[in-house]
């Protein structure tokens, strides 16, 4: 390793010396740090780039770690909680979190590292069942620890070229297993699934009309998408943030188990065509987010293909389970779409965030989106343009997310997601076949669930046997806030609930946390029967 001082490490001169009050060089770095700290050691003004920077900040760092390493190991020790809850006016009373203008020393830096681990949630921990984003992989943790270091933009081949790179070979490799041929098309990584589903509805809009680019929504006819009624709400804030309005998101109907009723897609397609309206995008749901349910994908691609309307797959929560030979059927005519949006850091635990976009026509994203800002996208650099990939982002910064998963990928291989995805699977089968006739236990939709969305209302001794009324509906609907709120106080696990449509409040239970076992859903059980016998 280069010793402080030496040119790997300096700014300036070759050996870190220079003017004192030149900014640049590492000497006068240090001296004006010390001039606001008033030269007091264990500040950060020992810490690299400072002059003789190099140990303390190797002892600062390795405390650093140390902390999270206690966290990670904790975080898989069912001992632990999951949360040790305060409500937001006590932790705001218990600690001073407002900024000073005078520097803390690092003792203090590293006690705000404690305490900000204390108060967070263990969303690693085996009995975490709170969002579809859950568990802790180690490598994914190693390769978000490097890509930090890394500290880099990705909107260019000459700042990132490794990790430009790796973006191209994974999406190429997702778009392989969605099915278009040798992998073609385009894609981006984004920063969560509601900005990838925005993509989709700004290429689909680019594609139909071009010129809506350069001069805006009143260049163009009423447009009006499609999604079903358990679709995700980013569909219609896309909408809204693209001028397109919330008016013109149009619900589909779903059956009783969550999933867009072709029919009746039809039906409203024909009627915003009556009315002089232009159908652009419907965006069919691969995993919705309560239900965990499938829309029916071929079908779907068969009326968008009569109507020439581009087709979207929100397959945000539900692509995993195409790394699944077992599973992959669910989205049977994903291969159809025009665009998927695709979340590794759901079902496949990668760490957050890591959201794919990916896009059947190749160039369409490079052309809806580019700017050709000179300053960035040079058209005379010396190597090939094609992997300055950042003028078909809506962002300039981009941080680097494909990392993590692609070094999963490697570590674990196509088989290790497809194990990870199948167990999370059979984890819920299990769920689902304990409670689906166990006393104090409705399922909210009949039949196993096709994710991992387990969707059950717990009934306690007290609401048993009263008639299926207003009256038992209205005291059920408060049944899962208490529980929820007495397993958070507890801390002992996390599990989601909701009302939806018609439907009071219900537990959803989701996993995909490959840590978890049977062992914990046994658990699950018996606190939500603990926490809720006495209501």
């Known amino acids: 390793m280069a010793s402080p001082g030496s040119g790997f490490w300096s700014f300036g001169s070759e050996d870190g010396s ?25 500040k950060l003004c020992d810490l690299l780039p400072a002059c003789d920077g190099e140990r303390p900040t190797l002892a600062f760092l390795q405390d650093v770690m140390n902390i999270l390493l206690q966290y990670v190991v904790k975080s898989f020790d069912r001992s632990t909680k999951v949360i040790d809850f305060h409500y937001p006016n006590e932790l705001l009373q218990e600690y001073n979190w407002e900024l000073a203008d005078q520097p803390q020393n690092l003792e203090e830096i590293l006690m705000h590292c404690q305490t900000t681990l204390k108060y967070a949630i263990k969303t690693g921990h085996p009995r975490y069942f709170n969002q579809l984003s859950t568990g802790l992989d180690m490598v994914g943790l190693a390769a978000d620890w490097l890509t930090s270091t890394a500290n880099t933009n990705m909107f260019t081949y000459e700042i990132a070229p490794v990790f430009v790179l790796l973006e191209y070979v994974t999406l190429k490799k997702m778009r392989e297993i969605i099915g278009w041929p040798g992998g073609s098309g385009d894609g981006i990584f984004s920063p969560g699934g509601a900005i990838s589903n925005m993509y989709a509805m700004m290429i689909a809009r680019f594609k139909m009309f071009p010129e809506v680019k350069e001069k805006g929504m009143a260049a163009v006819p009423r447009l009006i998408a499609f999604t079903s009624e358990h679709s995700h709400f980013s569909l219609k804030k896309g909408a809204a943030a693209l001028g397109i309005g919330t008016d013109s998101v149009i619900l589909i109907k779903c059956d009783e188990r969550g999933k867009m009723i072709p029919s009746d897609l039809e039906r409203r397609i024909l009627e915003a065509k009556q009315k002089g309206f232009v159908p652009f995008l419907v965006s069919a749901t691969a995993g919705t987010t309560v239900y965990g349910a499938f829309d029916p994908l071929l079908a779907v691609a068969d009326i968008c293909k009569k109507y020439k309307i581009w087709m979207h797959v929100d397959a945000a929560w539900g692509g995993g389970l195409l790394m699944s030979r077992k599973h992959r059927w669910k989205l049977s005519g994903v291969e159809r779409a025009n665009s998927v949006t695709w979340n590794p850091h759901k079902m496949m635990g990668v760490p957050l965030q890591c959201s794919a976009l990916l896009v059947r026509e190749e160039g369409l994203m490079q052309n809806c989106n580019q700017m050709h800002a000179s300053y960035l996208f040079q058209q005379d650099k010396h190597y090939d343009l094609s992997y300055d990939t950042g003028d078909k982002a809506l962002q300039c910064g981009r941080h680097v997310d494909v990392f993590k998963l692609w070094l999963m990928w490697r570590a674990k ?34 039949g196993k669930p096709q994710h991992t969305n387990v969707c059950f209302w717990y009934v306690p001794p007290s609401l048993r046997t009263l008639e299926d009324n207003e009256e038992r509906m209205s005291r059920l609907s408060k049944v899962a806030p208490v529980i929820k709120a007495r397993m958070m106080e507890y801390g002992t696990t996390m599990v989601s609930y909701q009302p939806l449509g018609d439907k009071v409040n219900f537990f959803r239970m989701v996993i995909s946390n490959p840590a978890a076992t049977h062992q914990d859903i046994d658990f699950l059980i018996e606190e939500i029967e603990r926490l809720g016998q006495d209501l």
């Open 18 to 42: 220079g003017d004192p009050e030149n900014p640049g060089t590492a000497r006068a770095w240090c001296q004006v740090a010390q001039k606001f700290t008033g030269g007091i050691g264990n």
């Open 413 to 446: 291989g196509t088989t290790g997601f497809e194990a990870h995805v199948d167990k999370c699977l059979e984890l819920a089968e299990y769920l689902y076949n304990i409670i689906k006739n166990r006393e104090g236990y409705e399922m909210v939709f009949d």
